[in-house]
């Protein structure tokens, strides 16, 4: 894993990054980079990602949107994220998670938790190493973030408020979800609550369109059995790419970075993009996006219910307040965004990175960083 000095030049700000760490291990084989960006708020959470082409690059611009993300949320944590550079379907995954768990054993100020590619699991394999860690499985103790679906809740909140905004009718809107995985699943069931029909999904084998609407529940358990939304029976069976151009109201996309781009933006009609995944869309096309008069709620504000549910773990609260906590603070959150873009005309993404920076700049004049 590579970064060039200009990549670092570009990555450095006055919030960060406060260390990157690269990690390798000969004899299991781990390869893996932590990036602590900044700690002012508190110590650092943020998700390992495992994935063969994660970069150094990718996991600082991550650990950036969790300064962010965190700070947002009003949490006592900085933001940081880790990548292993690793097919997470490995045979070897036990021991691999279980190596960066003692490689990190002295990166204090980093408390990592579930993402791409890692799982409730891969936390309990690290609490057991080196007793840090969060979105750990109920019977250690932990408050299971994918299991209650609390990123997907959090974004089903974030729809809610900012329906109104998009001048959307929640109750006839269309949904199409990019990555029906721990975000993607839970996002889709609680807009489907909300009376919300969901029209097109895809994961990384395929995707799957059908205009009437998808049955949620039918979906679920076709991935479930099948390993991918295509061997969903009914429906059009399409292209990952050709799910961005479909006509939908609602777009989530919930996989990797930048999957919004310069070469398919145009073809986005949504009216709201709520973005599941960390920088789901590059930074030109995220401005295209708003020059078409489509909002978009950036990742930090409407994805934050994972670490906020992380939280509340980490600080011994009850699985009975997370729910509460989440809509509390992304329904806050996502109104104050977006009430200062429409009163200042500024992109919700300004307006978002204004207010967590400020919060964070707050804190570091605290803490005795200027
Ligand atoms: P996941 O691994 O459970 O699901 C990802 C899904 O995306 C899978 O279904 C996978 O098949 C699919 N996918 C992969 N490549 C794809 C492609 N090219 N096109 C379409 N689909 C593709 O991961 P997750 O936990 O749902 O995380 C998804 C994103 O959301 C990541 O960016 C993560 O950082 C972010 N996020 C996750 C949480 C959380 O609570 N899990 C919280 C905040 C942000």
Not at 130 to 150: F, H, M, N, T, Y
Not at 167 to 174: E, G, I, Q, V
Not at 220 to 247: C, M, N, W
Not at 335 to 351: D, H, K, Q
Request: proline share 6%; aromatic share 4%.
């Amino acid at each position: 894993m590579t970064t060039s000095s200009f990549e670092l030049e570009r990555l450095c700000d006055e919030l960060g990054p406060l260390r990157i760490t690269h990690l390798h291990d000969a004899v299991t084989g781990l390869r893996a980079v932590v990036v602590v960006d900044n700690v002012a708020c508190g110590p650092s959470i943020g998700g390992v990602r495992m994935a063969p082409d994660v970069t150094t690059e990718e996991v600082s611009r991550l650990a950036r949107a969790m300064t962010l993300k965190n700070a947002g949320a009003g949490l006592p944590h900085g933001g940081g994220k880790a990548g292993i550079l690793a097919d997470p379907t490995t045979p070897g995954k036990e021991r691999l998670i279980r190596s960066f768990a003692r490689a990190i054993r002295d990166l204090t100020d980093f408390v990592p938790g579930p993402d791409m590619g890692t799982d409730e699991t891969c936390m309990a394999w690290i609490l057991d190493e080196i007793g840090r860690s969060v979105g750990l499985p109920r019977v250690v103790g932990g408050i299971p973030l994918d299991e209650l679906g609390a990123t997907g809740f959090g974004l089903a909140v974030c729809a809610e408020i900012a329906a109104d905004f998009a001048k959307l009718d929640l109750s006839r809107a269309t949904l199409a979800i990019e990555g029906f995985g721990n975000v993607g699943r839970p996002a889709a069931r609680f807009l489907a609550d909300r009376g919300v029909t969901l029209v097109a999904a895809s994961d990384s084998k395929g995707a799957i369109h059908d205009p009437d609407g998808i049955d949620v529940d039918a979906l679920v358990a076709a991935k479930r059995d099948t390993g991918s939304v295509t061997g969903y029976g009914r429906g059009r069976r399409i292209g990952q790419h050709e799910l961005f151009a479909l006509p939908f109201d609602i777009l989530i996309p919930a996989a990797r970075p930048d999957c919004i781009h310069e070469e398919n933006v145009e073809g986005i009609r949504a009216k709201l993009v709520l973005q599941g995944a960390n920088i789901p869309a590059t930074p030109a096309a995220e401005a295209r996006l708003h020059e078409q008069g489509v909002l978009v709620v950036p990742d930090f504000i409407a994805n934050a219910g994972g670490v906020i549910c992380a939280a509340v773990e980490f600080h011994g609260g009850s699985e009975a307040s997370v729910f509460p906590q989440i809509e509390d603070k992304i329904g806050r959150n996502t109104r104050e965004v977006l009430e200062r873009t429409c009163t200042e005309g500024v992109r919700p993404r300004r307006a978002a990175e204004e207010m967590a920076r400020a919060r964070v700049e707050g804190a570091m004049a605290l803490r005795g960083h200027p």
